[in-house]
Structure formats: structure tokens, C-alpha cells
């Protein structure tokens, strides 16, 4: 399963990075790099909720981030 994290950045110079597989995965940060480690958390505590409550997570054998 690979995640694909998109980054963007706001007019007042915050970064916003989105998980667009996970709805909803949607941070901010103040630097890119601090954007994307929020973005990987939040996905990954998504996927943990989900397993948690007995939600399929198709194809969950290993996970990667990759930047569009």
C-alpha cells in the first residue's frame, strides 16, 4: 500500500500536506518537512482506528510515503 502525500503552500507560508488515499488526512506544518511527519502520523493513526474497530485495510502489508 503506498500512500501518496501532496504538498502545498499557503499564502501566509504554511505548508499544507494532504494524504489523498486517507479523506480527511489533511495537516499543516511549519516547514515542509515538518508538514509531511504530521501527514505520515495522522495517516497512520487513521489506519490503526480502523484496524482497531475491525475495518478492512485492503492490501495493508507494509506502507510507503511517497511525495507527489
Not at 499564502?11 to 515542509?32: H, I, K, T
Request: no cysteine; aromatic share 6%.
Amino acid at each position: 500500500m503506498v500512500f501518496t502525500i501532496e504538498h502545498e503552500r499557503e499564502e501566509d507560508g504554511r505548508w499544507l500536506a494532504e494524504v489523498r488515499e486517507l479523506p480527511g488526512v489533511l495537516v499543516y506544518g511549519r516547514s515542509r518537512e515538518e508538514a509531511t511527519a504530521k501527514a505520515q502520523a495522522l495517516a497512520l493513526r487513521v489506519l490503526a482506528e480502523r484496524l482497531e474497530h475491525g475495518e478492512g485495510v485492503p492490501g495493508l502489508v507494509s506502507i510507503s510515503f511517497a511525495a507527489a
